[in-house]
């Protein structure tokens, strides 16, 4: 899958995503998590720059009646108190729509909650494999 089919299966995976609903994102560095979640962004009316939230960890959005958590655990280590400390624990059990990007760094019991997209390198410089819930997705 190339950049455009990435964004393209991101914009259709947003129009079923509303309040209360997780995405979460999964995969090496440099796969497509950002370029992914931006499409998604996008898509749900998100305007202005879409800055990586690597450093604020939780950058929240608000379109229409729609508040919408973009979250980044990167830089965590994985302890559960970080969760806590960063107010994700609070975002993930809200109404809100959460995108979380390294997702992997979540408990298992809460990526089953949500949609799973894993992104992964193939041989090609310029494609990727994604994977829906653990299921292959195929380019458009």
Known sequence: MNREELENLARKIAVGLGPGDGLFLTGELGVGKSVF???VLRALGVEG???????????I??????????IDLYRLRGDPGELEFYGIGDALTS???VLVEWA??????VLRTGTRVHISFTD???EREVMLNGEPVAGN
């Open 124 to 126: 090609d410089p310029d």
């Open 37 to 39: 979640a931006r499409a």
């Open 61 to 70: 959005y608000v379109t229409g009646d729609l508040e919408i958590h973009h």
């Open 95 to 97: 109404d809100a729509l």
């Open 104 to 109: 992997e760094r979540l408990p298992e019991e």
């Open 49 to 59: 720059p879409i800055p990586s939230p690597s450093f604020i960890v939780d950058a």
